[in-house]
Nanobody, 123 residues
Framework: QVRLVESGGGLVQAGGSLRLNCAAS????????MAWFRQAPGKEREFVGS????????NYADSVKGRFTISRDNAKNTVYLQMNSLKPEDTAVYYC????????????????WGQGTQVTVSS
């Protein structure tokens, strides 16, 4: 089992940048595919991006491709989401998630979740 804690959210102007961090507990972090999801008020939780456990293959939603970058440091049990050129429509609670096998873009495919961190982009 893994416990996930996000940090790094905040208020930023449109065009700005933020980096989210997700710290994981447990000795098997490197065996998990990690992902970021987000949920805006009144909307369903949506996939942002993912990174595989050892090959570090990344996958992104079209809405963030070219602006967001996911990376991970298995030695530090941490996954990152670098967000550049932020837009007001990026405003949401961002969640870190983990799954043991394979990859996926649906929230139901992930086994462990953090509590979320708020990102607000002002116009």
């Amino acid at each position: 089992q893994v416990r996930l804690v996000e940090s790094g959210g905040g208020l930023v102007q449109a065009g700005g940048s933020l980096r989210l961090n997700c710290a994981a507990s447990g000795p098997t972090f490197s065996s998990y595919t990690m992902a970021w999801f987000r949920q805006a008020p009144g909307k369903e939780r949506e996939f942002v991006g993912s990174i595989t456990r050892s090959t570090l293959v990344t996958n992104y939603a079209d809405s963030v491709k070219g602006r967001f970058t996911i990376s991970r440091d298995n030695a530090k049990n941490t996954v990152y989401l670098q967000m550049n050129s932020l837009k007001p429509e990026d405003t949401a609670v961002y969640y870190c998630a983990a799954r043991r096998l394979g990859t996926g873009v649906r929230s139901v495919e992930y086994d462990y979740w953090g509590q979320g961190t708020q990102v607000t982009v002002s116009s």
